[in-house]
């Protein structure tokens, strides 16, 4: 592990050239924004251009590319902050869209530089991304290898040449990433409704899945929920299935009808990594805000697969910045749809409880979470990243600290109290027990059932 404290020494911002001339094997890759500042706002987007470069390992020397693109500020309390986040499309010299392939992400035209200006170690959001891309995929075929989150690529944004800090560069929650079927228009003007995905923001009627009111159904908002999908038609044909999943989940389905039903309605093993994903990494500010509601094709089904969002609140930090030191219960959601009926069915017990076997010793494991987050201190620290990080940003919104090792064992210590705490919950009675556990998991990566309950039985008592 490399020494932060001894690697940073106060260095004068520098511009994106001077910059560029120093690139080498341990910098992080450069983004400069070339547009008109003070046009930018969060509604509309504005014309500019994007310059991104990047250490050649090959050729020992920077390489680049350049797009015109347009460009705004997004979300909504990130907007709030002087260290602003971007959407940026890029586009062809028409003005049309432009799909390219950044960093061996994806071709896409729709990019996010994502600021992390309220996460005091500038990670949280990324690499809880990792971990929910490594645990979770999409349960049918996509072009992207069933990914069901986003991937990026942390850089260093100038805005006109001037140093303006540490990002991540990301794709977008999209219809192409999760293979949605596109609405069809005829020529008269008929319009098909296929795949559908709605974003839970606000926390408005709806947003618990139990129950909603009466409400416009032309808009792109709806309750608790924004229409991602297909937004250019918003409906009643659009906003309809939505209803019919509240109308599911709420108290005019009985008990005995729903607890037959939900395997049509949602795909059990995504609730399930979705509970233990949030509850293991502390993510809040969710269930079912901040997740992505979506279907492939209402047409085909109603089944609804969950896509997490905005994850910086987790492993022990707050949504302003500040910390959350409280531990989490694996019932946190019990007063929400579908938990709040699922949670103490058989089924969904015994998938929980193998699947927290399986990776609380895995990629859950104290020693491979501390790797992940010791991977991308590191990177800050060689690139001189968090040195200008903290030059650059420190107290605006939140204090950071020179040696971010200060804030990460903040990090590690809630993490072990919370691991503790879950292990406890399922009567688990040390870490050492997972490990043992997950031995017994086959060749080929899935679990043997049988065995893990023959384990979970005699180690757990269940």
């Known amino acids: 592990m490399i ?10 911002l520098p511009t994106f050239a001077e910059l560029k001339d120093e690139l080498n094997v341990s910098s992080l890759p450069l983004v400069n924004l070339t547009v008109d500042i003070s046009t930018v706002n969060r509604n509309e987007y504005v014309i500019g251009a994007i310059e991104i470069v990047e250490y050649d390992l090959r050729s020992k020397h920077p390489s680049s590319q350049e797009f015109a693109c347009k460009l705004k500020y997004r979300g909504a309390t990130a907007a709030t902050k002087n260290k602003k986040a971007f959407a940026v499309k890029l586009i062809n010299d028409e003005g049309k869209s432009l799909d390219a392939n950044i960093f061996g992400i994806r071709e896409t035209d729709n990019w996010i530089l994502d600021a992390m200006a309220i996460d005091r170690i500038r990670m949280r959001n990324r690499l809880c991304f990792d971990l929910w891309n490594e645990m979770n995929k999409t349960p049918y075929d996509t072009d992207y290898d069933n990914r069901n989150g986003t991937k990026g690529q942390f850089v260093e944004v100038f805005i006109n040449g001037n140093y303006n800090g540490l990002y991540c560069l990301t794709d977008k929650i999209d219809r192409k990433l ?24 606000t926390w408005d ?5 139990l129950s909603y009111e009466e409400a416009r159904t032309d808009t792109t908002q709806w309750g608790a929920f924004e229409l991602q999908y297909p937004d250019d038609y918003p409906s009643i044909n659009t906003w309809q299935p939505l209803m019919d999943l509240i109308d599911y989940c709420s108290k005019k389905t009985d008990d005995e009808y729903f ?13 399930v990594d979705y509970l233990l994903f949030t509850t293991v990494l502390g993510i809040g500010d969710c269930c079912w805000k901040n997740s992505f509601l979506s279907t492939p094709n209402i047409n085909d089904g109603h089944k609804w697969m969950v896509t997490r969002w905005d994850l910086d609140m987790s492993l022990g930090g707050n949504y302003d910045g500040d910390y959350y030191d409280k531990t989490m219960t694996f019932t946190r959601f019990n007063t929400r749809a579908p938990y709040n009926r699922l949670y103490s069915q058989t089924e969904f017990q015994e998938l929980l409880q193998q699947k927290w076997l399986a990776l609380g010793g895995d990629i859950f494991s104290r020693q491979k979470i501390m ?24 107290g605006d919104p939140v204090p950071l600290t020179q040696d971010i090792d200060d804030e990460l064992d903040y990090v590690a210590d809630w993490y072990d109290r919370n691991y503790a705490e879950l292990c406890r919950q399922l009567g688990v009675p040390s870490s050492a027990d997972i490990d043992n556990i997950k031995r017994d998991i086959n060749n080929d990566g899935e679990v043997d059932v049988t065995d893990v309950v023959k384990l979970a039985i005699s180690v757990m008592g269940i």
């Open 178 to 201: 999760l293979n949605l079927k596109k609405a069809k228009e005829d020529k008269e003007g008929n319009v098909t409704i296929n795949g559908i995905m709605y974003k839970g923001d």
């Open 371 to 394: 790797r992940r987050i010791n991977k991308y201190r590191d990177m800050f620290a060689l690139s001189g990243a968090w040195e200008r990080e903290y030059q650059r940003w420190n």
């Open 205 to 209: 009627f709806g947003w618990n899945l």
């Open 3 to 12: 020494n932060l404290a001894m690697t940073l020494t106060a260095v004068d």
């Open 259 to 271: 607890l037959a039903n939900y395997n049509d309605y949602f795909y059990l093993d995504n609730l």
